[in-house]
């Protein structure tokens, strides 16, 4: 069985429009779009110090020294000369021998802690010139038995 639709004629659609109010849709118009800030707006740049009346002259980085006892001064002393006294053997060791580009880096760094540590000493920081020596101290040991 077959089933066809039925078309309604015009002039029934016409008719039962007749009932439907028109509806115009009104839509406002758009606001304009606000962006919320996520992060404070960003600071305005200082003016720069004053100039220095010798450019060459260096500044002086403060630095924070803990205050030891003349005992614990001289045992740290002692015992960052022993560990630069050995590291630097280590290093003089390794200049003599064909380092690969491995052991020429660690070199370097070793001899870069060894400035640092004879810095911080005369400085007066001695604990932190035993920390970098005994960094020296450990990492010369590697190179040296790398060979």
């Known amino acids: 069985m077959l089933v066809r639709p039925l078309v309604p004629n015009a002039a029934a659609v016409e008719a039962s429009d007749a009932g439907i109010p028109d509806f115009e ?21 200082p003016t720069p110090p004053p100039a220095r009346e010798n450019q060459n002259e260096k500044l002086e980085v403060p630095q924070i020294v803990p205050e ?32 690969n580009a491995t052991q020429k880096d660690l ?28 960094k020296a101290q450990v990492l010369s040991d590697e190179l040296v038995s790398s060979f």
């Open 68 to 99: 030891l006892s003349a005992q614990e001064s001289s045992a740290l002393q002692q015992e960052t000369q022993q560990n630069l006294d050995r590291a630097e053997r280590n290093v003089d060791v390794a200049s003599r021998r064909n380092l």
């Open 107 to 134: 070199a370097s760094k070793i001899r870069g802690f060894i400035s640092d540590a004879h810095e911080a000493g005369k400085a007066g920081d001695w604990a932190r010139a035993r920390d970098l020596a005994k």
């Open 25 to 45: 849709a009104v839509i406002p118009a758009p606001e304009p779009l606000t962006i919320a800030r996520s992060s404070p707006a960003r600071p305005r740049v």
